[in-house]
Structures are given as C-alpha cells and as structure tokens.
C-alpha cells in the first residue's frame, strides 16, 4: 500500500537507562514515531499527529553501542487517519567481548528487538499531497 522508510542509528551512552547499558524501550518507541513522521511527509506533505499504539511489542534487549534500524509503513489510509506497523532491526551488535569494550560484530541476519502497530492522523486541511 505504501512504501517502506527506515532509519538507522547506532544507540549511545545517553540513550542507556539501566544496568549493564541496557536500553529503554521508550527510545525504540521514539524511533517509530520518527519513522512515522517521515511516513506522514511524505504521503501527506505534512507531520500530522500520532494518537495511538495499537500494540508495542519488545523482542530482544538492546544495548548502548548497538546499531537499530526501525522500519515502518501505512497499512490503511482513512479520511484523517493513518495505520502503521513497524518493526525495529539489530544489525550491529556492540559489547561482545568484555575484554575488548570496542568491539562489534555486523549481524548476518538482523535481529528482531521490538514491533508495534499504531495510527496518525492528519486533519484534512493539512494534507497536501495525494488528494
């Protein structure tokens, strides 16, 4: 129905909330809400607004220094309103042996770490493109 977009980004220090570097999930969930955004511009010319998770589902930890790429997609377009799913990639893992803390492996096969479907709304007024 609608094309893919992606982001990738390498999770950093700050973005560590609890013990051994672990990350929030609450930062994977602002990555599909980035995703969403660009969804959004790109079929509707403008950012709209997200109203809710349908579903948020978190599959493998993620740790600082490990490289995630989110994904998503409009599954449904309503008058206003936008359905998406989206899905979050390990492609990178840091941290893989303790006694060289620089070290890092490319993934052969990305590793699930979260999925979640929700829907945006851009009030009709503010889309500009695909009427």
Known sequence: MSEEVSIRLRMSQGDAHYAGDLVDGARITA?????ATELLIRH?????????YDSVEFKYPVYAGDYIEAKGRITRTGNTSRSMSFTAYKVI????DP???TSARVLEEPVLVA??????VVPK???RLNR
Do not use: Y
Request: glycine share 14%; net charge negative; hydrophobic share 35%.
């Open 31 to 35: 990555l599909f809400g980035d995703v």
């Open 44 to 52: 509707d010319g403008d950012e709209g607004l997200f109203v809710a």
């Open 93 to 96: 893992e840091a941290r893989i």
């Open 99 to 101: 006694s060289a803390p």
């Open 115 to 120: 999925k979640a479907t929700g829907t945006c």
């Open 125 to 127: 007024e503010r889309q």
